[in-house]
């Protein structure tokens, strides 16, 4: 990894890959680092979160995923964040501890929802004490309210969470609440916290917002052009950036349509990478031959302003 560099840009939400019978395939990873690195050009990764179907695992699959993305991330990848987050809080702070043990260049905790907190001081009350457990790695919290249930304003979360948890460095914002998250941006003044979003198709709008970066899953397989998009808006050409967004949108408008989640994401990284992702966990279940010609055919069909 790359000990202080500031973690910016695009951050590849993780695929789990697994064997046809539903075992971890470890073997891939390798493979997988170096794609993201070479292909893709994405040197930061989020282990074991919502596209890797994270809280379908068990809490040793979590641990043996995270040293295999530390070890075969080792000299390649800047930044390797671990989701350590589960239902039950001992499990959490064991995994806290794990990947600080291995090194992770971050933490992040999705809220508890099942028995869910209801309101700003029982959740930092359940972050801090997972962030307490790994007292020297950079601690993010993972906004996704959409899954969790949990709606709690991250511009509420943010007043006096240095004081509570020193190790906060800012936050997964998976909503589409860009109210919220440019109220965040508003209060960040001196720049202390990192604030990375993670709804795909709409990240040029939290560009402009001032948003550090991106976690995703469509940066598995479309980082390379959403680079470009990235290096078009830092050079005010608007209507590049425009363009590469467009069309992002109009490839997952199109698989949206057709039923879009883990399990076909999981197909798509498969036929782009040509890397075998596997099945997904039950209860999900694997994308359809239908699902696969019509989403192949669709991102083959897209002319990118690259030429590609």
């Known amino acids: 990894m790359t000990p202080g560099k500031k973690l910016e840009g ?3 939400a993780t695929i789990t890959p697994m064997t ?43 641990k043996q995923l995270a040293e295999e993305w530390m070890c075969q ?26 990947a600080a043990a291995i090194g992770a260049g971050g933490i992040a905790v999705i809220a508890p929802f099942f028995f869910k907190p209801t309101n700003k001081d029982e959740l930092v009350a359940f972050l801090q004490k997972v962030a307490s457990e790994a007292p020297e790695v950079p ?23 240095k004081a509570q948890i020193p190790t906060f460095q800012g936050v997964k914002f998976s909503d589409m609440d860009l109210l919220d998250l440019a ?3 508003n209060k960040n003044e001196m720049g202390q916290f990192e604030f990375l979003y993670g709804v795909d198709e709409q990240l ?25 998009m990235l290096q078009a808006f830092a050079k005010a050409d ?3 950036a425009q363009k ?37 966990r039950l209860p999900l279940v694997g994308a359809s031959s239908e699902f696969i010609v019509k989403a192949k055919a669709k991102l083959n069909s897209i002319v990118w302003p690259d030429g590609d």
Do not use: W
Not at 36 to 49: A, D, M, R, Y
Not at 257 to 276: D, E, R, W, Y
């Open 10 to 12: 695009l951050v590849a």
């Open 20 to 62: 046809p019978d539903g075992q971890i395939n470890l073997r891939m990873i390798r493979q997988y680092v170096d794609y993201l690195v070479n292909e893709q050009n994405v040197k930061n990764v989020f282990v074991n979160g919502t596209t890797g179907e994270g809280l379908s695992l068990s809490i040793q699959e979590r």
């Open 204 to 228: 040029l709008g939290a560009l402009a917002l001032g948003a550090n970066g991106a976690v995703g899953s469509t940066y598995n397989y479309l980082g390379r052009q959403t680079n470009l």
């Open 183 to 185: 109220q965040c941006i």
């Open 139 to 161: 601690f993010y919290y993972y906004h996704i309210p959409s899954l969790t249930g949990v709606k709690i304003r991250v511009e509420e979360l943010l007043d006096g969470i």
């Open 238 to 240: 608007l209507a590049l």
């Open 244 to 280: 590469y967004q467009f069309l992002t949108g109009e490839f997952l408008n199109f698989v949206i349509k057709l039923g879009f989640g883990v399990a076909q994401t999981k197909a798509v990284m498969t036929f782009v990478s040509g890397i075998p992702m596997g099945p997904p």
């Open 73 to 98: 991330g080792k000299d390649k990848l800047d930044h390797v964040i671990i989701h350590v987050g589960a239902l039950s809080l001992p499990e959490c702070q064991e995994l806290a501890r794990h």
